[in-house]
């Protein structure tokens, strides 16, 4: 029975490439759809085998390692890692490291131990890259080594489109709410758009404890502190929620005394009032891509970052 | 090395009993704590062994069936069960049945395969009854039959307390959002309270469609015909926060205008504006009976339903 290995050695490619004919995912020349479409006629591969060799190898468990399973946009990764692992024949073992490197590393162990078929890694720790040789792995919306593959959205994208709607939208002093390292990337393309167009602007940076506890009220005062600012950037859905709150706290009307923008596009941005523009990450797609490179491993090949584009979903909070 | 079991049978108690002396829960006489604790000290039991010979004679996988990850409550049930299965040594094998009767039946096969340790399941298809035979499980906020212990919420009184906070609060007429059978108590106590003191009141029933799209704004239309209703009991707060965003659309001021009650006390009710008043059910304590269940498990015991207590929390919304 031919295996995607031998259709990537016939054809000349990596198997990546031919996962990705398969799939009808990304990029690729009309020349390489040709080689690998004749390769898998030749050799009468059926690409349905993929997962079922995979479950007779090991286990037939994704594990998943979330920072937080209380956050909206980790419940979303789950629901869709779910549906994805699930189409494939996996169950997925939830872990919840709860910001603790211990615990996480502990997670890997036990994953290890437990023969999973891969793991998808939601947490931060650089610590626990010497823990992760020898298991399938991918990191899901952050880079923590370049021996482990990323699925990660565009994230200097997202901070350029909410600065830019923000401007069109003609707010004239713009706040933006940054997390801690993985949304780094936003505020660059955020401060990149405002410079461009020389629109000032300020950048606050939450703190561990405020995204422990979900709670950025204090840090949200700040905004308040110069009366000229008219729009907001939250780099979540949940702390953009709690600029709606203190907006009406204060007497603010949304949008017309301050416009705000989130990220993430979770379920939690059309329960507000006023329902949130935001920009939608496409948490259905990275997790797509991430079960289909566990499913797709290959040791040697290279460890590739995937980017998926972004975009803005306009609702009535600017 | 002495087990629960031998410790029951010392003290003449059940291993339920032992296991509550154990944890410190539930009522229990003086004279059955000091019956056990002299079996205990007797019989040099160390309570630790418990997990561990669990997880010896089978896998260390807890199963949870849920009908949905998207929705806020599950995903706290999820967070929940995911600390006290960790905390005995159990991983957390999470099962998203997308409300198909169909896979929640291929999840329980799948899971009595894998040889797990137990199920806490939380959806409500009797159908699987049947192939629940010789799986430790348990049901979370749901009864699906007499041979299943169930780990419930006072819901009757949970629909009393709601009701009489909105007539407190000086409501005159009032409406329930009632959900599917899961939520029949909620609308029994809310419907005794209302009538007891003579206050107006309808009920408005969800149906499966509008809890699958977690979209009740067509429903919620219906309370606006009547122009006298003042205070609306949501029997959940994903339902409560859209009625909050209809008010906002029709211009009417929350509390003043109308009233507002949900279910759950999950964290989006913290996040909406107004804050949510809501009834707090306990899911942190209702997983860790669930949990410790499935850890004591005995296959004679009487399968008892655990009644667990809720409490009205006040916020901006009344």
């Known amino acids: 029975m031919a295996t995607i290995k031998d259709v990537a050695e016939l054809s000349g490619v990596t198997v990546t490439t031919v996962s990705r004919v398969l799939n009808n995912r990304g990029y ?24 079922r060799s995979l479950a007779q190898k090991q286990t037939s468990l994704l594990g998943v390692i979330v920072p937080s399973l209380l956050h909206p946009y980790y419940s979303e990764c789950i629901n869709a890692l779910e549906k994805h692992a699930s189409s494939h024949g996996l169950k997925l073992l939830v872990c919840n490291a709860q910001r603790s490197p211990q615990k996480e590393a502990e997670y890997i162990d036990m994953l290890k131990a437990n023969k999973v078929a891969g ?19 991918v990191t899901l919306e952050r880079s923590i080594s370049s021996n482990v593959p990323a699925i990660v959205c565009d994230n200097t994208q997202g901070g350029q489109l909410a600065a830019r709607h923000l401007i069109a939208q003609k707010c004239t002093n713009l706040v933006m709410i940054s997390g801690n390292r993985s949304t780094e990337e936003r505020a660059n393309g955020f401060a990149k758009m405002c410079e461009q167009v020389h629109i000032p602007y300020k950048i606050l940076k939450t703190n561990q404890s405020q995204f422990n506890h979900l709670d950025y009220t204090d840090l949200i005062q700040e ?14 859905d949940v702390i953009a929620t709690q600029v709606i709150q203190a907006c009406h706290k204060k007497g603010l009307s949304i949008p017309e005394d301050m416009k705000i923008v989130g990220f993430d596009d979770v379920e939690l941005s059309r329960m507000v009032s006023p329902r949130l523009t935001t920009i939608h990450q496409p948490i259905e797609e990275l997790c797509k891509e991430a079960v289909q490179t566990i499913i797709d491993w290959d040791k040697e090949r290279g460890k590739e970052q995937i980017i998926l584009p972004v975009r803005l979903v306009q609702r009535e909070s600017t």
Chains 1, 2 share one sequence.
């Open 119 to 137: 793991l998808v890694l939601c947490t931060n720790s650089r610590s626990s890259v010497r823990l992760l040789a020898n298991l399938p792995v």
């Open 223 to 236: 905004i308040f502190t110069d009366p000229a600012v008219d729009g907001v950037f939250a780099s979540s």
């Open 28 to 51: 690729l020349s009309e020349k390489t759809k040709k080689k690998v479409s004749e390769a898998i006629i030749a050799l009468d591969y059926h690409p349905n085998e993929m997962a």
